[in-house]
C-alpha cells in the first residue's frame, strides 16, 4: 500500500464493518489466494461494473474490487514485488473482511489519517 501505508505503520482497525466501505477506504482482509492479511483500498462497491481481463466484471452484492496504491514500478523502486490486488484474484467477497482502516497512529512522525487517493479500477 505504498505510499499510503509503509512497513512497520501502526493502524487502529474497526473491525465492526458489516459492509464494504465506500471506494477509496482501506480494508484490512484475508487473500483469496493465500489467506495472509493484506491490506488494500476499495475501488468499487458491490453492484458496480469493473474492467476486468479484456471485459467488464459485475460485482456481486457482497462483494469489492480492491486496489494496491503502488503501481509495478512504485512498488520496485522501494524494493518490493508487483502489488497483488483485485486485478490479479478477482473480487473479495465481505466474509473475508477483516476491518477498516481508520488511522496510523505510529511511528509519531507519520501520525494521523490514511491520505485519500483515487481509485483506479
Do not use: C, Q
Not at 493484506?38 to 469489492?64: H, N, Q
Not at 466474509?95 to 477498516?100: A, T
Amino acid at each position: 500500500m505504498l505510499p499510503a501505508i509503509w512497513p512497520g505503520d501502526w493502524l487502529v482497525v474497526n473491525p465492526r464493518v458489516s459492509a464494504w466501505p465506500r471506494p477509496g477506504a482501506v480494508v484490512v482482509f484475508h487473500e483469496p489466494i493465500s489467506d495472509a492479511l493484506a491490506i488494500k483500498r476499495v475501488a468499487a462497491s458491490p453492484g458496480e461494473r469493473v474492467r476486468f481481463a479484456d471485459g467488464y466484471l459485475t460485482l456481486a452484492d457482497d462483494e469489492a474490487w480492491l486496489t494496491a496504491d503502488a503501481s509495478e514500478a512504485e512498488a520496485a523502486a522501494a524494493g518490493f514485488g508487483p502489488p497483488i490486488d483485485s486485478t490479479r484474484f478477482g473480487p473479495v467477497a465481505l466474509d473475508r473482511l477483516v476491518g477498516r482502516v481508520l488511522f496510523r497512529y505510529g511511528p509519531l512522525r507519520r501520525f494521523g489519517r490514511i491520505a485519500a487517493r483515487a481509485v483506479r479500477s
